[in-house]
């Protein structure tokens, strides 16, 4: 199976997100009245920034997609919410996006829209989606500032919800800004992701409708597809707030959601990723990879595969990297470097025999 | 017809949300470690804002709710995008609640997240959205700052999208914060709306539904009722501008959404608020009441009624208040005041003889 096949057209959405890119670009002029101003380079980030003179704010609008579909789903079969799971997801897909310009997370406001007042009906699952955005804050060091519940019947579908949200975080001192400053014989450092995390999850869905036991099948570590699928997410903001304490010079940083380990190439300036060492694969990779089945190259252009975050660093500040983010409870490793072939851009995944080259990544 | 038969229980969505602010209160402890601050009785508020020492942050994550769908039933019938406005709309829900605290937007981001790709499809309603939020961005003073382009498959409907969004602003100095000091004797400064602006569409779309031309049904300054419904709202944010500029105190701001007017009792402490001269009723609310039918008193429960804004401010700011929002082309006017009846609270209509009282707005 491929993610392709899972019905999104991409191109239709990217035309979209080219003529909000076009008009968006002018409005930035409106912040010099404010004694603001937009930093050079910004647009195609994960994370916007509003240069203030003293700081960076950094502003984020992320969505969960359809993970909350698969917690229905178990909720339905097995009775078992694992709503707290969904609540940490939505905050690390918006605060991990966040973090990779440097910024650190100051508030969090989730937005859950159902189709419907019953949505809400269910105070397990309500109370358990509010302690686990609270813990996805605590896990972030932000605070939960608000938000917006709605009912959007006719838009949302009656037995579902919209999970969405935004973040506000600083850069201070300004230095700290991650802009890509990448060169040849930097160091990949990776860090452990907990499961799929945040995405890939439409081909996770088209895998689970076609297995009889659906999310109850059995991994072969024994736990079942539903469950590991729910994991919660690694919230990386900790490694780079130690990172920054450690003064440890991030030259750059990847979230790997969407289009998998191709992210590693989101600079646009060309190099080759060279990845020597990559996660071993997990119960839940070889579940995808085997029942779905997923070609190798597919899973690692869609899912995180086990590294949920990169980060580019000076050879000689591999240690003090690696202790930071031992110290604040992070799994992380070097796993590769980070090469200058003149024009050639490319994520070369060694021991799988895998290359993605620039063509295979096309948004920003 | 009243706003609580259009199908949305609150008490189920009340507890969701008080489920919410229980778990969301510690987290702002976190705030310390990153040398910032929740500043007292902000919890409620319309705005969540963090202090940073020399300045306030302000977050607010806001939705359209059903808004589009007026659009999308007056593009399939006459063919004519109204989706410019929608954009404004979308702009104006997030940042007329951020200008509520004093603060100024910097960054506004959109999230778009379609039911289907297909949705995208219609470059001409693809384009209008854009441009019109670019516009609100102006009117506004802010960057459009990124966003997010989404399908949901399975949770959206396919034919539809949940419009929404984030802003990120700024109070400094810091005394520019209105956080609520009202007096017995200030002046309810209130501002004109543009039509309904972003609340009272269900009972809006309730109505249309009732009509046998539905949307295509002719008010009586002959403009139809679709056409009326989709005008731009009113961006509220060059107003508190203008009166920072010219040094006049807010004592407090209100944003007159759902709930209508009761929404002009939100501060905490009892007060009266005596509307002596409410605006003159335009041909869509007349329509709105005639055709439901719906009560005077419903009206002015669920719609802005003409008044999408209020300022409370000292009598002797009055003049210069007027002044400065008519010169940044707000028309605005005094249109009552504040009294202090003991622990009286309530909103008072006078011509219309209608009163609120503090059970009739339960909800911060």
């Known amino acids: 199976m491929k993610y392709a096949q899972t019905g999104v057209d991409y191109d239709v959405l990217d035309a979209f997100k080219r003529a909000c ?3 968006a670009v002018p409005t930035a002029l409106s912040l010099a009245a404010r004694g603001a101003a937009e930093p ?35 909720l339905e079969k097995t009775g078992r919410s694992l709503y707290r799971n969904i609540g940490i997801d939505l905050v690390a897909t918006i605060v991990n996006d966040l973090a990779t310009c440097g910024a650190l997370p100051l ?14 009906r269910d105070a397990r699952r309500c109370a358990d989606l509010a302690e686990g955005f609270a813990e996805g804050c605590r896990l972030a060091g932000a605070a939960w500032g608000g938000g917006e519940t709605a009912v959007l019947s006719g ?15 600083r850069i201070q001192p300004k230095f700290l800004r991650v802009a890509g400053d990448v060169r040849d014989g930097d160091a990949i450092v990776l860090l452990a992701s907990r499961g799929v995390q945040t995405n890939g999850l439409s081909l996770c869905r088209a895998i689970a409708a076609r297995l009889p036991e659906e999310y109850a099948t059995p991994l072969d570590d024994g736990r079942t597809y539903g469950e590991a699928l729910l994991d919660p997410s690694v919230i990386y903001a900790g490694f780079v707030e130690a990172c920054q304490e450690a003064v440890v010079p991030l030259r750059y940083l990847v979230h790997i959601t969407g289009h998998g380990w191709r992210k590693m190439m989101r600079i646009e300036e060309p190099f080759v990723y060279r990845i020597e060492k990559p996660p071993v694969e997990g119960a839940l ?15 690692f252009a869609t899912f995180n595969m086990g590294a949920g975050f990169a980060a580019y660093v000076r050879p ?9 983010g031992g110290a604040a409870g992070y799994e992380a490793w070097v796993a590769g470097s980070v090469r200058k072939e003149g024009t050639r851009k490319a994520v070369e995944i060694v021991p799988a025999g895998i290359v993605f080259d620039a063509q295979s990544l096309r948004v920003r």
Chains 1, 2 share one sequence.
């Not at 050079?40 to 969505?63: F, K, P």
């Not at 990779?285 to 899973?299: I, N, Q, S, T, Y």
């Not at 000689?316 to 930071?324: I, N």
């Open 21 to 23: 890119q076009k008009a």
């Open 40 to 74: 050079a380079a910004i647009r195609g980030e994960s994370a916007y920034l509003v240069d203030t003179g003293d700081a960076y704010l950094a502003h984020v609008e992320e969505g969960l997609g359809t993970k909350n579909l698969v917690a229905d789903a178990v």
């Open 107 to 120: 508030s969090v406001a989730m937005h859950a829209a159902a189709g419907s007042a019953e949505w809400f």
């Open 155 to 169: 838009v949302v579908d009656p037995s579902s919800a919209v999970l969405a949200g935004s973040a506000v975080g």
């Open 285 to 299: 990779f070889r579940f995808l990879r085997e029942r779905g089945p997923v070609d190798l190259k597919e899973a």
């Open 316 to 324: 000689t500040d591999v240690d003090r990297c690696l202790r930071a």
